[in-house]
């Protein structure tokens, strides 16, 4: 059973694809339909030190028996970066796609096949799906930030967590958006996207800009303390959140 694609990938990570992909096969031969990796790995924005290996597997089975097999494989590769796989099956692709439409166009555009068939390359998704998907993630992240910061205020390098997470949990919804507003597949690099969304919606993404760059861990955001900062965050979700409303 061939690999394609490996040279498509950062060097480092084609070795550990290879030997985890040769346990796949071992486990499951013909009932694997596709194979393909998605996410940072593929794009500009990896991070050998930071980035994991995502990667999906669709077989015609999916039960519990079936996947139980592959324990022992999936814990070698989680120590080498590679998440647990998302297993799933053609018709479970199918009948999803107005339930996760955000999930699926984002590993369609970032994916790269490295074995079988190329089960996303003919998906699509109703924009009414995809903006109430958005809206929800978008309305939800506020409630939980607002949420966090009552649990979290009283330790500046809580709330700078916060905001690092909460940011990268975004990023697909900032992505989505520009889908929805410009009717065409958003860009992978991170500044690309935060730059778009600024111009897309009116809006000062300064904020998100400094969180993106920000690579320490002290309690701050760039130059601000990280409350004061959140709440110059907030008022931009919060504008998005509005400008959602009205699409």
Known sequence: MDIKNLEKLPENVRDILSRFLDGLFKLYGEDI????????????DYNPK???????????????V????ALKTVR?????????????TPSYIRMSLDTFPMEFMGMKDSRCVLFGDDVLADIDVKTDDLRRECEYQLK???????QAYLEQALNRKGLERLIKASFRA????FQNLLRIKRNEAPPSQKEEVLSRLGKEFDMD?????????????DGRIGNKDAEPFLNDFLLQLEHLSNAVDNM
């Open 33 to 44: 339909v596709s194979v393909f990796v998605y996410g940072s790995v593929t794009g500009a």
């Open 50 to 64: 930071t980035s994991d290996i995502n990667i999906a597997v669709v077989l015609k089975d999916i039960s519990l």
């Open 66 to 69: 079936k996947l139980k097999p």
């Open 76 to 88: 070698a590769g989680l120590r080498r970066k590679i998440t647990a796989p998302l297993f799933l």
């Open 140 to 146: 939800g992240k506020l409630l939980t930030i607002r």
């Open 170 to 173: 975004l990023i697909p919804v």
């Open 205 to 217: 993404v300064s904020s998100f800009l400094e969180v993106w760059r920000d690579k320490r861990s």
